[in-house]
């Protein structure tokens, strides 16, 4: 099956600093990446939609000003979390769709657990 | 609004003792059905997957699921499970046409006692 990577696994920031995860489709083009957040023994929550040369899609909710993501290529979304508090402490996990795939069968990076300090 | 109802949050099984976790779903139409399995700190791996067809659909590590379109139902088996397969079990629905979100139950956490 296809092969998302995420970078880094795991990260500890101190409060008021920013950390970049990125999301790498490693053998297929992914013209259209998301980000999940999930909160301990909890389920996914859907926070944006990427698309590959336009603006991400945010979900109700979620500040696009916080949470700032970038899908500069076809193999590549990076999400950012901007002056991170203790609260956004979570495990972010994206996925990508393959191009010309089915519309709903996804693939899933490893997942990044952030820790703000 | 599609939604996805795992009505179990822990199951716990002896090793080599059959296994159903169950899936309900919420949607207007046929949905895309899919069940993933995520071990502790790791992402989400595609078991299977019901888009149309045969109603019994067979999945990697020897599970299967039976669409159940009368109950709304997308039940995920295993006829004999391994210690291997502790792990948490989220089934999602999709929308037919396609498009992009998933969304995902709550999640069902496997216990499997040796």
């Known amino acids: 099956g296809a092969v998302v990577s995420q970078h880094p696994s795991w990260v500890i920031c101190k409060s008021g600093t920013s950390v970049k995860i990125e999301c790498r489709s490693l053998?297929?083009?992914?013209?259209?990446m998301f980000w999940y957040r999930q909160f301990p023994k909890q389920s996914l929550m859907l926070m944006a939609t990427?698309?590959?040369?336009?603006?991400?899609?945010?979900e109700q909710g979620v500040e696009k000003d916080k949470f700032l993501i970038n899908h500069a290529s076809l193999t590549l979304s990076t999400l950012t979390v901007t002056s991170a508090h203790p609260e956004d402490s979570s495990f972010y996990i994206c996925?990508?769709?393959?191009?010309?795939?089915?519309?709903?069968?996804?693939?899933f990076g490893e997942g990044s657990r952030l820790t703000v300090l | 609004a599609q939604s996805v109802t795992q009505p179990d949050i822990h199951i716990t099984v002896s090793e080599g003792a059959s296994l159903e976790l169950r899936c309900n779903y919420s949607?207007?139409?046929?949905?895309?059905l899919f069940w993933y399995v995520q071990s502790p700190g790791q992402g989400l791996q595609l078991l299977l997957k019901?888009?149309?067809?045969?109603?019994l659909v067979q999945g990697i590590k020897g599970f299967e699921a039976e669409f159940k379109r009368s109950q709304s139902s997308f039940n995920l088996r295993k006829p004999s499970v391994h210690w291997s397969d502790a792990a948490e079990y989220f089934c999602?629905?999709?929308?037919?046409?396609?498009?992009?979100?998933?969304?995902f139950g709550t999640g069902t956490q496997l216990k499997v006692e040796l």
């Open positions: 019901y888009f149309s067809g045969d109603t």
């Open positions: 996925s990508a769709r393959v191009r010309g795939g089915h519309g709903g069968e996804l693939f």
């Open positions: 999602a629905v999709g929308p037919t046409g396609g498009g992009n979100k998933l969304t």
């Open positions: 053998d297929f083009q992914a013209t259209t």
């Open positions: 949607y207007g139409a046929t949905p895309y």
């Open positions: 990427s698309n590959e040369g336009s603006k991400a899609t945010y």
